[in-house]
């Protein structure tokens, strides 16, 4: 895998560049469309094509379940199982362990997978015990509540089964509340996980004798510590690895400031990915501030609710005043929902409760998303980031 | 709108032609898929013109409860509503109004609208007074409960909203189970209606200046009687209908008999319509019988549930043994779920309840019964039809 830095934004972290994966370019940034259970939730591959997108991640912790890591295997790896025939990304299954495999409450340690950022785990479904030592983690199914153990050896496996072009050490992900006493500690056994991930992904080499090796991504942790954010980079910035993951979680507030502390010290040279993360204002920031490449199911998760993006803020489409508005979401939106169908029709869809309406606004959401990180993108070659910033949030935000 | 014929069964009624409507050619026989509430579920139109289907059917009864006709007149009409660009269909309304609307227990003439032939209406969510008399139908919306009135006049103005290519008279759908007294009645009545259609339908004329007038076809009823099927088709046939419906049940060993009846009777020149009809032996069955359209929800149906057609029967994709099967549905055939996804892909998707299952599953069973009825048309131009029947016959139905 090949990274090439094309042009730097003055006086900023940002950067365009090319990424080269054995299944194509990555022009960068770039936003990773999310197939967790290797689809693209109401797409074809085709429509994920067309709409803009260069790669697909799925989630590691959902294959492994379903179908079963040796199942994507035996269909040819990810990306031909699913019919996806650009650049695969699969992320650790650190995050899902610990949000919906569990909730977890060592005494120390606890997460609500629900948004909850209170220290202690509620009730809820999702709040299952996880336990964790120094070799793994033991968490239960949220399918069918049966136990496992993933450890970050088993992680690469799986990953090295899945097939993905790109691939994550496994991380402890913490709650964003957690002390900084706990965030250190865990911390360190994400530095120590991550070591372990390289070694025995350089034990297993390429998937086959005459393909190339998967490129392994390095985790950055340390919560909100400005100290164990820089250690974390500095720490996983410093092993082989073809790149690093951002992980973890982060107030809008502190965002741009904690990617500064990260990206500063990691080497400049290799890509960066914000795991998770890909709401219009994260994406500017994490642009100016290093980041390469985003990922985040939001697009397609508010889609299949009826939340549409437009340049003017989101809209919900099944308000009572699209009923009969025959325009398109958007004018000047080249997606195939705007090129097409009217609000009235999607809205009508979304009524009637029909799998159609799912499709298109998803089609739109990440069309505009995608759209705008490349056009961000087109604004770092261009010298024009900080005008096409304003204007774009301006309109977006109305500020 | 045009029909010509092309060729004749020898020996038979069926026939095989060329159906002109101002959106295009229909060769017939032909089957239309089913577009409820103008969309296919889970296709795109341009998935089901790439399956190969010539025609879309979209229901009056739903589309005037959602999102309304006014909704898609405003739209353009249902093809540019629902972006099909193909020939269009709708039915009368009628089944629906019978069978969802209703359940109707007059006394004389009860529905039960889940497949229960049982003389009384049972007490399940559907069982619901539709009132009939002379003039129209009352019924209630199966949406909100809300209360509706449908007579033929009013039938024929919302079809004329939705604007489809092809449109049908109202009629009274009648319990498979009536008695000859209740069907002769209902039947009369449904030619009162017939002739109201009509002259309300010459009254309204083009639906603009410089369009053609719909099509409009009347519909055949009579129940599982001779004589009244018989009456019925000199009835229907001798007015001037554009084409014609053949509606109400039949039981499987009837169906033949019953098509037979009505097509030796029904002007030769002008084209007739299967209602809801499209099992892969019906087909052969309602084609030498001289049908020359069929519509259906079978196959979009049990695809949602899992079961796709093949040449050697019906399978059920999450049946185990598929889970590990990387092998195509049928590996002879071109529709896109076969020439891009293995079984266990598809179960896969089955099993972790993805929205693309009910996509690739609907594209297979579309594509395999749309084009069962292409190749039976070309084995009459070929006029190899009985072979080919018997040879379908017997790889589906092993008999």
């Known amino acids: 895998m090949e990274f090439e830095i094309e042009k730097k934004l003055k006086g900023k972290l940002g950067r365009a560049g090319k990424l080269t994966t054995p299944n194509g370019v990555i022009e960068t940034p770039s936003f990773t469309v999310v197939g967790t259970k290797a689809t693209v939730k109401s797409l074809t591959p085709e429509m994920v094509n067309t709409l803009g997108a ?4 799925g989630n590691t912790y959902h294959l492994y379940l379903q179908p079963g890591d ?5 269909g040819g790896g990810i990306g031909k199982f699913m019919n996806w025939k650009g650049p695969t990304v699969t992320d650790s299954g650190g995050f899902q362990v610990f949000s919906l495999g569990a909730g977890f409450g060592t005494g120390e340690n606890k997460f609500s997978a629900k948004g909850d950022t209170r220290k202690g785990c509620d009730s809820g479904e999702h709040c299952k015990l996880a336990k964790i030592d120094e070799e793994g983690v033991e968490f239960q199914s949220h399918i069918d509540g049966s136990k496992h153990y993933f450890t970050p050896e088993k992680s690469i496996e ?34 120590r996980w ?7 992904h350089n034990h297993l080499g390429a998937l086959h004798p005459s ?7 390095g985790i950055v942790q340390g919560g909100r510590f400005e100290d164990l954010r820089k250690e974390s980079a500095k720490v996983i910035g410093a092993m082989d690895f073809d790149g690093f993951g ?39 920031i994490g642009i100016e501030n290093g980041v390469d490449m985003f990922d985040c199911v939001s697009p397609t998760r508010i889609a299949r609710n009826g939340t549409l993006y437009t340049k003017s803020g989101r809209i919900n489409i099944e308000k009572a005043e699209y ?8 004018e000047d939106c080249e997606c195939y929902a705007c090129q097409n169908y009217t609000k009235a029709y999607i809205s009508h869809l979304f009524r009637a409760k029909e799998m159609f309406a799912a499709t298109l606004a998803s089609i739109h959401n990440l069309y505009f998303i995608v759209n705008l990180v490349k056009n961000i993108r087109q604004s770092i070659l261009d010298e024009n980031f900080d005008e096409h910033k304003k204007e774009f949030l301006k309109g977006y935000y109305g500020k």
């Open 194 to 200: 991550a070591k372990r991930s390289l070694d025995h």
């Open 158 to 191: 799986i990953q090295n089964n899945i097939g993905a072009d790109i691939i994550f050490a496994f991380d402890e992900c913490t709650s964003p509340t957690a002390e900084h006493e706990y965030q250190k500690e865990a911390m360190e056994r994400t530095h």
């Open 246 to 284: 951002i992980g973890g979680s982060f107030s809008k507030e502190d965002l741009d400031e904690a990617l500064a502390w990260v990206n500063e010290i990691l080497p400049e040279e290799k890509p960066r990915h914000l795991l998770g993360i890909g709401e219009p204002i994260d994406l500017f």
């Open 70 to 74: 040796d199942v994507v295997k035996g």
């Open 323 to 330: 009923a009969k508005d025959f325009s398109k979401i958007e």
């Open 211 to 217: 393909e190339e090796k998967q490129a392994l991504f």
């Open 54 to 57: 260069q790669a697909v991640l």
